[in-house]
């Protein structure tokens, strides 16, 4: 069981990330390589990626367990910046004693008998080739295992964010707690959630950022250094095949030309205008002045050209414009599905 404990200051202070951390989507993705069992939405995507790693992840593999500990320095706080190369430029600039702090802690977690890769020991000591190796790891990895999916992941955790927005809109803070239930639970002052262990994490009035991340499953993770930036990070919603649509290139990319014939027209134009923050079947049928029925029609054509997203939540529907959708509004050949 994990408790988080909110002062009235923490309560100003949440804040749901506005975009999947790099860093977190590589931690959470190479433990499910290596796990046992799976979840079926992501088997796809494994049975993809897992044959050609690049060799330059042996030391992830290192790093980054199936299951138990893995080592906080490489999941830093980004401070909002969630490119790449920014990501893993904050990993490499770990504090010497910070790096060795959790890597002698990954080091008592390994099994007795297993020693340490020398690369470990050269990483704990901030070893300048060793760190260098690192950042072949985390890039060489993120290009192979995610680069290729990454408006799918894109696209599910805004899907996220706009539930969570319509929450935090329509309940306020104690909205917004609710609406991740059963995820987490949230009686106040205590956040609640399943945990492998028994934690208690006092925030003091530091805040929570909350995390999305796609590759998050089952139950939220957190950092065991109680001194960084209080982090939970949560699973979010999925539909099986993801990774096929990611492959034939959408969402993301411009749709192709048989589904952009498709979308001709001044209805479709004005479902995708309005979808800026997410909008419900019910709600868009008011505000367009259409059917229900012509709603889900219209978003179904939108949908399996990869320029929205539906999430089920509740009794609704919330759709959510793509990278794609929005690429489409904004180019100037966008313009001409008003007509």
């Known amino acids: ?103 002698e802690r990954l080091a008592v977690s390994r099994p007795r008998l297993r020693p340490v890769p020398s690369d470990v020991r050269a990483l704990a000591a901030g070893d300048t080739a060793a760190l260098g190796r690192l950042r072949a790891a985390l890039c060489g990895y993120h290009r192979h295992a995610l680069a290729p999916f990454w408006p799918q992941i894109r696209a599910r955790v805004d899907a996220d964010r706009a539930i969570r927005t319509r929450a935090l809109l329509e309940g306020g803070i104690d909205g917004l707690l609710a609406s991740f239930r059963p995820l987490l639970r949230w009686k106040p002052p205590v956040l609640e959630a399943d945990y492998p262990v028994r934690r208690v994490l006092q925030l003091d009035g530091r805040g929570l950022l909350l995390q999305p991340s796609f590759f998050c ?16 990070v949560y699973p979010i919603q999925h539909t099986l095949g993801w990774a096929a649509a990611s492959r034939k290139g959408t969402p993301g990319t411009t749709a192709g030309g048989a589904e952009l014939a498709a979308l001709i027209g001044r209805t479709r134009a004005a479902v995708l205008e309005d979808l800026t923050d997410g909008r419900t079947t019910g709600e868009l049928a008011e505000r367009l002045s259409i ?27 919330l759709h959510t414009i793509t990278p794609a959708g929005r690429t489409l509004l904004t180019s100037p050949s966008g313009t001409s599905i008003n007509g």
């Open 1 to 103: 069981m994990l408790r988080v404990q909110f002062t009235s200051e923490d309560i100003t202070r949440i804040r749901v990330a506005a975009e999947p951390d790099p860093l977190w989507e590589i931690t959470n993705s190479f433990q499910i390589l290596g796990a046992r069992g799976t979840p079926m939405v992501f088997a796809e995507w494994r049975r993809s990626v897992r044959p050609s790693l690049p060799a330059a992840s042996r030391l992830l593999a290192e790093l980054l367990p199936a299951s138990g500990y893995s080592p906080d320095f490489l999941t830093p706080d980004l401070g909002g910046r969630f490119d790449l190369p920014s990501a893993v430029e904050t990993v490499l600039g770990t504090a010497k004693t910070d790096l060795r702090k959790d890597l």
């Open 217 to 232: 499953t089952r139950r939220p993770v957190t950092l065991a250094d109680p001194r960084m930036t209080p982090t939970l």
């Open 291 to 317: 059917s229900a029925q012509d709603v889900s029609y219209h978003t179904a054509v939108l949908r399996r050209a990869g320029l929205l997203l539906s999430v089920r939540r509740s009794k609704n529907t």
